[in-house]
């Protein structure tokens, strides 16, 4: 009896992690993803052998989302990714739905591998990735903000502020020689020079918005 209960858990797949064969954008995004750990399985000697679990094609990616809102990113060949494997089928749960919004699942399958899907957050950071005790920090050398289709580069605060300053400062100084000019009723030379104004970039280099 207590081989044959293991042999059931042997064959039950709930939840492991692998890596990223390849990634299609969709939509929906899928992902071909192939087990990072052999399958262990104990013989009538008791002897363990392992037997390499197969490439695991199309699996939905689930992205973090809720109330309209979603952070979504590509992945590449290698990314770890953690598989969860359903108790039922989510095509029986998405399209079984009843008159109360609860499916009622006909497929007696479960925990099936060809009902995996996979969440790309391994949680493994490199030591240069910190994170922040007070912020959400997002890594990336191409960061768009709120669509895919984003082009504008997000604008920094910092050379933003000392292009106003710098600007409000040269604008003083032309209206009270002006000021200067109209008191006198003649030309009057400038308190102070008068220079070229050269812009202090403000644009994001890796962040652009719609």
């Known amino acids: 009896?207590?081989?044959?209960?293991e042999s059931v858990v042997e064959e039950m797949h709930t939840g492991f992690m692998a890596t990223v064969v390849s990634w299609s954008m969709g939509p929906p995004?899928?992902?071909?993803?192939?087990?990072?750990?052999?399958n262990p399985r104990k013989g009538e000697d008791g002897a363990t052998s392992f037997e390499q679990l197969p490439d695991l094609p199309g699996c939905p990616v689930l992205y973090p989302a809720g109330a309209g809102l979603s952070l979504v990113w590509p992945l590449q060949a290698g990314d770890l990714v953690y598989v969860l494997v359903p108790d039922v089928s989510q095509a029986e749960v998405v399209g079984g739905?009843?008159?109360d919004g609860v499916a009622e699942p006909t497929d007696p399958r479960r925990n099936n591998l060809t009902d995996a899907v996979i969440l790309p957050l391994s949680g493994m950071l490199s030591e240069a990735q910190a994170v922040a005790n007070d912020?959400?920090?997002?890594f990336g050398d191409d960061i768009r903000l709120g669509s895919a289709a984003a082009v504008d580069a997000a604008a920094?605060?910092?050379?933003?502020?000392t292009n106003h300053s710098d600007i409000a400062s040269r604008?003083?100084?032309?209206?009270?020689?002006l000021n200067?000019?109209?008191a006198a009723g003649s030309f009057q030379t400038p308190a102070g020079p008068l220079t070229d104004y050269t812009p202090t970039d403000t644009a994001a280099t890796k962040v652009t918005l719609e």
């Open 29 to 38: 995004p899928t992902a071909t993803v192939r087990p990072a750990a052999k």
């Open 135 to 138: 912020a959400l920090v997002v």
């Open 97 to 99: 739905a009843t008159a």
């Open 1 to 5: 009896m207590r081989r044959a209960l």
């Open 156 to 161: 920094k605060a910092p050379a933003v502020t």
């Open 180 to 182: 200067d000019c109209e």
């Open 171 to 177: 604008l003083n100084a032309i209206i009270a020689w």
